[in-house]
């Protein structure tokens, strides 16, 4: 009876050592579940401060780029508008060229007729 009581003994010394273990292993296990949760945490936090970082970035970029670009398009339509102005200031001294020149091509018309019609005269005269 002896050994039977022994027996028992070291058999519920072996279930209370079981119990702990299982205790100490389950305590183990929900310590790295919540670091793994902790870790998955940070890894989310830095997920999201990168991807709010790179659109930042993204959207700083195409600001910059839209102003480049209309800066691009405002200096080209100055460019533009000079040149314009150019060539209606030299369309319009070819117009008072031509002007000038229908005048004196009407004049020297006139002119011509007029010493035609002297010449007529001069020679009926004769």
Same mark, same amino acid.
């Given at each position: ?8 003994? =070291?058999l519920?010394?072996?279930? =209370?050592?079981? /119990? ?9 296990? !929900?310590?790295?579940?919540?670091k793994?949760e ?8 830095? =997920?999201?401060?990168?991807? /709010? ?9 195409? !600001? ?5 670009m209309?800066?691009?398009?405002? /200096? ?21 060229e ?20 002297? =010449? ?7």
């Amino acid at each position: 009876m002896e050994q039977e009581t022994m027996l028992k003994e =070291i058999l519920k010394a072996l279930e =209370i050592h079981s /119990n702990h273990m299982h205790t100490k292993m389950q305590e183990m296990e !929900n310590r790295l579940e919540t670091k793994m949760e902790e870790l998955e945490n940070r890894l989310e936090t830095k =997920i999201k401060e990168m991807e /709010n970082r790179l659109e930042a970035k993204m959207q700083k970029m195409g !600001n910059q780029l839209r102003t480049e670009m209309r800066q691009m398009v405002e /200096n080209l339509e100055e460019k533009m508008n000079e040149r314009f102005n150019r060539l209606e200031t030299k369309v319009d001294s070819l117009r008072i060229e031509l002007s000038e020149t229908q005048e004196t091509v009407d004049f020297l018309s006139s002119k011509t007729l007029q010493h035609e019609r002297k =010449i007529r005269e001069l020679y009926r005269q004769q």
